[in-house]
């Protein structure tokens, strides 16, 4: 079956860096394009960053952009978000998402705290 499992979340300071990584399995990766997501505590789930299949295409929330990077090896069916100069407002539940058909990970929870 489907799985999709997210890991490196935890707790990082301001203007702290952390990488998330999402490895996946039971379908074809490499012909997926995915996703991730963040919820915030009382907030609707945003989308962070995509990216294609092939890597070719990547698209960033605005307030993504310059901060984070997604990035994926399909050899290791795994996706990543490089995510630098963490804010207090980038703290969420952070999760991995297949595009078609839609698929969601469990969530790996990042707080950003002094």
């Known amino acids: 079956q489907v799985q999709l499992v997210e890991s490196g979340g935890g707790l990082v300071q301001p203007g702290g860096s952390l990488r998330l990584s999402c490895v996946a399995s039971?379908?074809?990766?490499?012909?997926?394009?995915m996703s991730w997501y963040r919820q915030a505590p009382g907030k609707e789930r945003e989308f962070v960053a995509s990216?294609?299949?092939?890597?070719?295409?990547?698209y960033y929330a605005d307030s993504a952009k310059g901060r984070f990077t997604i990035s994926r090896v399909n050899a290791k069916n795994s996706m990543y978000l490089q995510m630098n100069s963490l804010k207090p407002e980038d703290t969420a539940v952070y999760y991995c998402?297949?595009?078609?058909?839609?698929?969601w990970g469990q969530g790996t929870q990042v707080t950003v705290s002094s």
């Open positions: 998402k297949r595009s078609s058909p839609s698929y």
């Open positions: 039971g379908f074809t990766f490499s012909n997926s394009a």
């Open positions: 990216i294609s299949s092939d890597s070719e295409y990547k």
